[in-house]
């Protein structure tokens, strides 16, 4: 056989759903998963899923295939390279929860939207998170959600996210911003910048009083993991800050933090008007303290997959349903049987095959005869256990199309 090769699925005008895949070929089979849409390649969004629920993808994703001269045979597996086969969170303590994907969409249940200010847009993130919110200090871009309740954080919370400095950082700014809530130094809630020095520091306002930890560089053009933890209760609570997973810093604090404010969350801009130069990505804000051990495998690039420290999706939670087929694509009754009355519809009795994590290759979803083409029609969906937490989850999977060499 000829190697395989990597077909970036791209949004197209027949654009139906949210669901993007992964796609390979090879020998002399053709692929075309345009009518999958828009989004982050190999990631498939449920949004929001509520404990006991099933969630299914809004649309349909279209996958057409076949060969010039031979069968053709499409597989479909949830393809994790290893690393976390699906990517959840609890959002019991989740305020804000912005994935730069495209959108400043908020994951959290507050679903309040980060809007692009001053032309900030969106481009490359850190390893396989996708995309990430880029600004430029030079024309104040930056994001902003605007003020809720939730935003008014006493201890304990946490704010978290990943930064990188681009080319020129810091610019003409002082103390460039990554985060922040609040309009000044003092009563100002929270703040995560890059010093004057190129050290990154947290800060907060306790009893009207700036308090800031902090002390490695990070002004390198890397991408970093950021998160600032305040544990404990008022007035004893204690500011710390991580970098890369480790504990850099803390400081005891001994007033209460100042967390009454109505103020906007501003992501790539201060209080102070300091703005970031460079690229901010999946930013969360918990009314919860993150333990360390969390805060280490976030700055991994995963976050707790099946049966983690809480009740996340099994492996067999996350899976498919065969809407229709087209063209000359026949499938196996027995294990993809086609949805009888074509809705795929929530909480009905339509076929639905689980699919587990793996990174080898799939089953066989349909097929072609020699020089055939066809294509299918599925629906995406996660069956959450009544025991799960509610989260906003995220499984990558991958179509291939493989042939015999002739």
């Known amino acids: 056989m000829f190697a395989a090769a990597s077909v970036a699925a791209q949004p197209g005008t027949a654009a139906t ?13 053709s692929i075309d998963t345009t009518a999958c849409a828009t989004g982050e390649l190999g990631r498939t969004d449920l949004g929001m899923v509520p404990p006991g629920s099933m969630v299914l993808t809004s649309l349909d994703c279209g996958v057409d295939f076949g060969s010039s001269n031979d069968t053709s045979m499409l597989l479909l597996q949830q393809r ?20 730069m994907e495209g959108s400043g969409a908020d994951q959290s249940t507050n679903g309040n939207t980060l809007a692009t200010r001053n032309g900030a847009g969106y481009g490359a993130g850190p390893g396989s998170f996708g995309q990430a919110l880029t600004v430029s200090e030079a024309t104040t871009q930056h994001g902003e ?31 460039p911003t990554m985060i922040s809530k609040g309009a000044g130094s003092t009563n100002r809630n929270f703040a995560v910048y890059v010093s004057s020095g190129g050290i990154l520091r947290a800060s907060l306002s306790a009893g009207g009083v700036f308090q800031a930890v902090g002390g490695q560089p990070v002004a390198d053009g890397l991408w970093h993991h950021f998160a600032m933890v305040v544990r404990g209760t008022d007035p004893t609570a204690t500011l710390a800050v991580y970098l890369d997973g480790q504990l ?21 801009r201060g209080g102070g008007l300091t703005n970031f130069h460079g690229e901010l990505d999946e930013v969360r804000i918990y009314a919860s303290a993150l333990p360390a051990g ?5 700055a991994t690039g995963t976050v707790p997959d099946y049966g983690g420290p809480v009740s996340w999706a099994s ?7 065969l809407r229709s087929t087209t063209g000359d694509a026949a499938v196996d009754g027995t294990t993809w049987p086609v949805d009888g009355n074509g809705t795929c519809a929530d909480g009905d ?5 689980a699919i587990a994590p793996t990174t080898a290759a799939g089953a066989k979803l ?14 995406f969906q996660l069956k959450a256990g009544a025991a799960q937490a509610p989260g906003a989850y995220i499984a990558p999977l991958t179509f291939s199309v493989i042939a015999p060499n002739t």
Not at 17 to 29: F, I, Q, Y
Not at 315 to 321: L, M, N, S, V
Not at 349 to 353: C, E, I, K, N, S
């Open 17 to 29: 759903s949210s669901t993007v895949v992964g796609a390979e070929v090879l020998s002399a089979t």
């Open 80 to 99: 994790d390279g290893g690393g976390a086969a699906m990517l959840g969170g609890t959002s019991s303590n989740v305020v804000g929860w912005w994935s």
């Open 145 to 175: 959600a605007t003020w809720i309740a939730p935003y008014d954080l006493s201890p304990p919370f946490t704010v978290e996210g990943w930064f990188r400095t681009g080319a020129g950082f810091p610019g003409s700014q002082n103390s």
């Open 248 to 268: 850099d810093a803390e400081l005891a604090l001994t007033a209460p933090v100042d967390a009454s404010q109505v103020a906007s969350i501003l992501v790539g």
């Open 294 to 298: 969390q805060v280490a495998t976030h």
């Open 315 to 321: 492996d067999a939670a996350f899976g498919a349903c």
């Open 349 to 353: 009795a339509d076929p639905w095959r």
């Open 366 to 379: 349909a097929f072609t005869p020699v020089s055939g083409s066809g294509g299918v029609r599925l629906r």
